[in-house]
């Protein structure tokens, strides 16, 4: 059986190279793989590292070898599985670690631009980055990422750089902005730019978190550099821990970006309802727009500020 190859358009990041499992057989998931599973617990991924090569299979769908000296990440796919899903995964799943591999930074974020730059949104699966980040661009907020916002620091500044997404919105987020039908597809489209092409400076980030009983629907926080430090952290994509010189630089990275960026946490009741609530916080802060960055944690007046257990 003959193998298929295709780079993926707009992509200048890494070329995609499609391959049947026959032509490429992946390696067997042994004992050290790395094991990534979601909320539910139920495994998502499994990572490898065989030398200077990093496999992450995605079961049931396919297995993609990357390496941190190629600009290319082939994906090895049993037969049936489209080409379509393959390249979603890539996109959305791949990609960031990749990216990670090679020597930048992933959150694990959605994000917003403005005229001054990109906040971006982090937080667990399903606490509603997704849906914030759509409401935001309904209030005039260009989207700039769902899931994945890699950075760059440089003179004690962060910059983020654009990659391929799409935003999807479960039933219910679709049915608050009135989407109707398309509840579980893409509601907004793809970045317009190439990726890799169009960067822009990261003006804060944002940890989103439920807290069921807060004392408020929404309270905000600028982070202490430590609580910091542990929050992003927390939201990083990292394919492995055992490189100790990888490790050693993400960490370094990690404690520069704290240093440079505001970091603030969004904790908020749960409930669709408290979604306008939520955005008004967020919008204030991006309304305030301090000259100081240190003061944005007091110049917030649509949201209460207290200390909260974490």
Known sequence: MTSTSQRVKGD???KLIIADAEAI???TVNSQAEVWRDNDGAVCAYG???GEEYWMHLPGLASFRLSSRAEEVT???ASGISEELVLDAYRRSVLPMALQVCGREVLHASAIRTQQGV???CGISETGKSTIAFGLSRRGYALWADDAVPFEISGGSATVMSLPFEIRLR???AALFDLGAVSTAAVAGKNGALPGTETSHLLAVCVLRRAEGAASPVAVRRLSSAQAFAAVLTHAYCFTLQDRERKRRMIR???DLVAGVPIFDVCFQSGLGNVPAVLDAV???LIARPSETSSWSHAMTGAREETLPR
């Open 171 to 173: 039933t219910r987020a």
């Open 48 to 50: 490898q590292m065989l």
């Open 253 to 255: 990275h990690y404690l």
């Open 75 to 77: 994906a090895v796919v």
């Open 283 to 285: 919008e204030q802060l």
């Open 119 to 121: 906040l971006a949104l």
């Open 25 to 27: 057989p992946p390696p």
């Open 12 to 14: 200048r990041l890494f």
